[in-house]
């Protein structure tokens, strides 16, 4: 039987709630309000009228919507997918620099690859196979060099052998073995990599697309007018087409690094460019706006500042799996998150690209995603909520010095229900690791990582064994017999975090309550994110003045161990270190070195991985509290979208979706 249904009151009295005021001011400012499209419609009943009230200091706004009767359903038209995107592209020539999240999301329509980045590993596009160690299209090889070649030194910097540069000589992957370069002949070791394109591809004017065009790529990209791949060129001493279909790519000496299977420069029409000079080419508005490609889809339009159409690429390698399953696709340009979510309430888009502050809207997207408006779709993101203790802070810093006690640091993570602030914080999207590295990612340590789940009756207890004691009776333990720490002395700490983010000060007021309960007494200190991430000295996390510290902390893959490297400790000799909390451990450092150097596939990178992973278990310098998810939307007629933790763009699978615009009929 169907009645009124009415979505439930919402009222967001807290100063500290983000949501009420994004809410009420985009109703007071929008021709179209954001719940407006909220009306629902029984399957088996006459269109009823929703309700909503958002209650905002010192307003409250209500907003009935009436639908109107379910129209006629239309014959069947072409498959049109509308993409909103926050900001618009700046260019879409491969080698533009462009750095801009909508010009990443564009590019996977018109690039396929050529390398993706899923599920925490490379997946190849245009390529064959990923080249490897085990398969011997990627060699580590003994070279001599001498004065005036071009090499790596041990500071990763490329340099021209000279007397007095140090290196590291064939097999030195460990802190130690380095060497003073003082004339003659040097044995070191570089990487080569052989890459094999399949024998498929066709640029969008139906041209084949060959190894020459990665070598024409090389060349545009070595050119100082070109932005964005001189980290690669700077380091690449050979690149070349061998036959239509491979290149072979040689680093400089010293360079053997992780990423070597990524050695491979995406393709430009040298059948089109070639002859141009790189710098003209930037500067090209045809091929900044409509460039030859070889994904599924080629710019049918272009309306700057409003929206960008894209219409099948007929030469597409995967068209004869009849991809793409789409017609067309339109990018639509919006300010802001909000006014993303509210095109896919009103029917203006049918899906919305991931993008900074889409969290913060959470609450409506879940009363959204209730009633089948939209899904929001979520996986694992980069960015980790992390509780930096104070190991070791600047001595000018009065802390509390029992946090420098590792077995303390256990403690208060033993006091702290993470899965519950995970719950409340991300609406149940965001994960809890156990440990520094995601637990899907195959460096993951399994087993071997020491668990910190919430049990405050064993960290009370680990604190009564260290000397923290609440003899007194008032609620807070006190130093007794403590080393460091004067008898009497209060479990007393600040907590830092930041004014500007509702969500991580709402995690540390549950921080503060849930360590209350041990009996630690914390203070919640908020200043602005401009002051509280100032450099060092004068910013109290980079100048190492805390006693625990709330911040996003962004993860790269492979998971980044230099992060807790005692030479990344800030201090006065150079305050541009990330090491924030003050640790050192020398084990740390030399598995984390030896990580870094060793080679994917390697025995040695897998364990040195796994050594950095226990020891940061066991040592606790930071606490992770949660991963904030990565949020896109799609309304329900989207089919296959899918989220993935690692790819930069959850449009890499593109070609594969469809839309079924019958779904929002009764």
């Given at each position: 039987?169907?009645?009124?249904?009415?979505?439930?009151?919402?009222?967001?009295?807290?100063?500290?709630?983000?949501?009420?005021?994004?809410?009420?001011?985009?109703?007071?400012?929008?021709?179209?309000?954001?719940?407006?499209?909220?009306?629902?419609?029984?399957?088996?009943?006459?269109?009823?009228?929703?309700?909503?009230?958002?209650?905002?200091?010192?307003?409250?706004?209500?907003?009935?919507?009436?639908?109107?009767?379910?129209?006629?359903?239309?014959?069947?038209?072409?498959?049109?997918?509308?993409?909103?995107?926050?900001?618009?592209?700046?260019?879409?020539?491969?080698?533009?620099?462009?750095?801009?999240?909508?010009?990443?999301?564009?590019?996977?329509?018109?690039?396929?690859?050529?390398?993706?980045?899923?599920?925490?590993?490379?997946?190849?596009?245009?390529?064959?196979?990923?080249?490897?160690?085990?398969?011997?299209?990627?060699?580590?090889?003994?070279?001599?060099?001498?004065?005036?070649?071009?090499?790596?030194?041990?500071?990763?910097?490329?340099?021209?052998?000279?007397?007095?540069?140090?290196?590291?000589?064939?097999?030195?992957?460990?802190?130690?073995?380095?060497?003073?370069?003082?004339?003659?002949?040097?044995?070191?070791?570089?990487?080569?990599?052989?890459?094999?394109?399949?024998?498929?591809?066709?640029?969008?004017?139906?041209?084949?697309?060959?190894?020459?065009?990665?070598?024409?790529?090389?060349?545009?990209?070595?050119?100082?007018?070109?932005?964005?791949?001189?980290?690669?060129?700077?380091?690449?001493?050979?690149?070349?087409?061998?036959?239509?279909?491979?290149?072979?790519?040689?680093?400089?000496?010293?360079?053997?690094?992780?990423?070597?299977?990524?050695?491979?420069?995406?393709?430009?029409?040298?059948?089109?460019?070639?002859?141009?000079?790189?710098?003209?080419?930037?500067?090209?508005?045809?091929?900044?706006?409509?460039?030859?490609?070889?994904?599924?889809?080629?710019?049918?339009?272009?309306?700057?500042?409003?929206?960008?159409?894209?219409?099948?690429?007929?030469?597409?390698?995967?068209?004869?799996?009849?991809?793409?399953?789409?017609?067309?696709?339109?990018?639509?340009?919006?300010?802001?998150?909000?006014?993303?979510?509210?095109?896919?309430?009103?029917?203006?888009?049918?899906?919305?690209?991931?993008?900074?502050?889409?969290?913060?809207?959470?609450?409506?997207?879940?009363?959204?995603?209730?009633?089948?408006?939209?899904?929001?779709?979520?996986?694992?993101?980069?960015?980790?909520?992390?509780?930096?203790?104070?190991?070791?802070?600047?001595?000018?810093?009065?802390?509390?010095?029992?946090?420098?006690?590792?077995?303390?640091?256990?403690?208060?993570?033993?006091?702290?229900?993470?899965?519950?602030?995970?719950?409340?914080?991300?609406?149940?999207?965001?994960?809890?690791?156990?440990?520094?590295?995601?637990?899907?990612?195959?460096?993951?340590?399994?087993?071997?990582?020491?668990?910190?789940?919430?049990?405050?009756?064993?960290?009370?207890?680990?604190?009564?064994?260290?000397?923290?004691?609440?003899?007194?009776?008032?609620?807070?333990?006190?130093?007794?017999?403590?080393?460091?720490?004067?008898?009497?002395?209060?479990?007393?700490?600040?907590?830092?975090?930041?004014?500007?983010?509702?969500?991580?000060?709402?995690?540390?007021?549950?921080?503060?309550?849930?360590?209350?309960?041990?009996?630690?007494?914390?203070?919640?200190?908020?200043?602005?994110?401009?002051?509280?991430?100032?450099?060092?000295?004068?910013?109290?996390?980079?100048?190492?003045?805390?006693?625990?510290?709330?911040?996003?902390?962004?993860?790269?893959?492979?998971?980044?161990?230099?992060?807790?490297?005692?030479?990344?400790?800030?201090r006065q000799a150079s305050w541009e270190g990330i090491n924030v909390t003050g640790y050192t451990n020398p084990d740390y450092d030399a598995a984390c070195l030896a990580a870094v150097r060793a080679l994917p596939g390697t025995a040695a990178h897998d364990r040195f991985h796994h050594q950095t992973q226990v020891l940061l278990s066991e040592d606790l310098p930071a606490l992770p509290l949660f991963a904030w998810p990565r949020i896109a939307l799609a309304t329900p007629e989207v089919q296959a979208f899918e989220m993935d933790p690692t790819s930069e763009s959850e449009l890499w699978l593109l070609e594969m979706l469809d839309i079924e615009r019958e779904s929002r009929l009764p």
């Amino acid at each position: 039987m169907c009645g009124l249904l009415e979505t439930p009151r919402v009222a967001w009295a807290r100063e500290d709630d983000i949501l009420a005021g994004v809410v009420a001011m985009r109703l007071r400012r929008s021709p179209l309000p954001i719940f407006v499209t909220l009306a629902l419609l029984c399957v088996t009943c006459a269109p009823q009228v929703v309700t909503v009230t958002v209650t905002s200091p010192p307003e409250t706004v209500v907003v009935t919507a009436t639908p109107s009767p379910s129209p006629t359903p239309p014959p069947p038209g072409p498959k049109v997918l509308n993409i909103c995107l926050v900001g618009e592209p700046d260019t879409l020539y491969l080698y533009g620099g462009s750095q801009l999240r909508a010009t990443q999301h564009v590019m996977e329509a018109i690039y396929d690859g050529p390398i993706d980045h899923r599920d925490y590993a490379y997946q190849p596009v245009i390529l064959q196979k990923l080249p490897s160690l085990a398969d011997g299209d990627a060699v580590t090889r003994t070279v001599y060099v001498r004065r005036g070649d071009t090499v790596l030194n041990v500071d990763g910097e490329v340099v021209d052998l000279a007397e007095g540069v140090r290196v590291r000589p064939s097999g030195c992957y460990t802190t130690g073995c380095e060497v003073t370069y003082d004339g003659g002949l040097v044995r070191m070791s570089r990487a080569e990599v052989t890459f094999s394109l399949r024998e498929d591809l066709r640029w969008s004017d139906g041209e084949p697309l060959t190894a020459e065009d990665s070598e024409f790529a090389f060349e545009v990209a070595s050119d100082p007018a070109t932005l964005g791949f001189r980290y690669l060129t700077d380091r690449t001493a050979y690149y070349r087409a061998l036959d239509a279909w491979t290149t072979k790519w040689i680093g400089i000496a010293g360079f053997v690094d992780a990423s070597y299977p990524l050695a491979f420069f995406p393709p430009l029409p040298r059948h089109t460019l070639e002859g141009r000079a790189p710098r003209d080419l930037a500067r090209d508005d045809d091929l900044r706006r409509a460039p030859l490609g070889w994904g599924p889809f080629v710019v049918d339009e272009w309306v700057q500042g409003d929206y960008l159409a894209l219409r099948p690429n007929p030469y597409y390698f995967r068209a004869a799996e009849g991809l793409p399953y789409l017609d067309q696709v339109v990018f639509k340009f919006e300010r802001d998150a909000e006014g993303t979510v509210t095109a896919l309430l009103s029917g203006a888009c049918d899906l919305g690209a991931q993008d900074a502050g889409m969290d913060g809207l959470l609450p409506l997207l879940v009363q959204a995603e209730d009633h089948g408006l939209l899904e929001v779709i979520s996986a694992p993101g980069p960015e980790w909520e992390l509780l930096n203790f104070g190991v070791e802070s600047v001595a000018e810093y009065d802390g509390l010095d029992a946090l420098a006690q590792s077995e303390v640091r256990q403690a208060i993570a033993l006091c702290i229900d993470r899965p519950t602030i995970a719950e409340e914080i991300t609406y149940g999207r965001g994960v809890v690791p156990e440990g520094f590295v995601p637990m899907d990612h195959p460096l993951y340590a399994g087993e071997q990582v020491r668990r910190w789940p919430y049990d405050p009756g064993a960290g009370r207890r680990l604190l009564e064994e260290l000397g923290w004691r609440d003899e007194d009776r008032d609620g807070v333990r006190e130093a007794q017999g403590v080393d460091g720490v004067a008898d009497g002395e209060a479990f007393a700490v600040t907590l830092l975090t930041s004014s500007d983010d509702q969500a991580s000060l709402e995690a540390a007021r549950m921080v503060r309550a849930q360590l209350a309960d041990c009996g630690i007494r914390v203070t919640v200190e908020a200043r602005p994110g401009w002051e509280l991430l100032a450099d060092g000295p004068s910013g109290p996390i980079y100048g190492r003045r805390f006693d625990l510290a709330e911040m996003r902390m962004t993860l790269t893959d492979p998971p980044p161990c230099d992060r807790y490297l005692s030479s990344q400790v800030p201090r006065q000799a150079s305050w541009e270190g990330i090491n924030v909390t003050g640790y050192t451990n020398p084990d740390y450092d030399a598995a984390c070195l030896a990580a870094v150097r060793a080679l994917p596939g390697t025995a040695a990178h897998d364990r040195f991985h796994h050594q950095t992973q226990v020891l940061l278990s066991e040592d606790l310098p930071a606490l992770p509290l949660f991963a904030w998810p990565r949020i896109a939307l799609a309304t329900p007629e989207v089919q296959a979208f899918e989220m993935d933790p690692t790819s930069e763009s959850e449009l890499w699978l593109l070609e594969m979706l469809d839309i079924e615009r019958e779904s929002r009929l009764p």
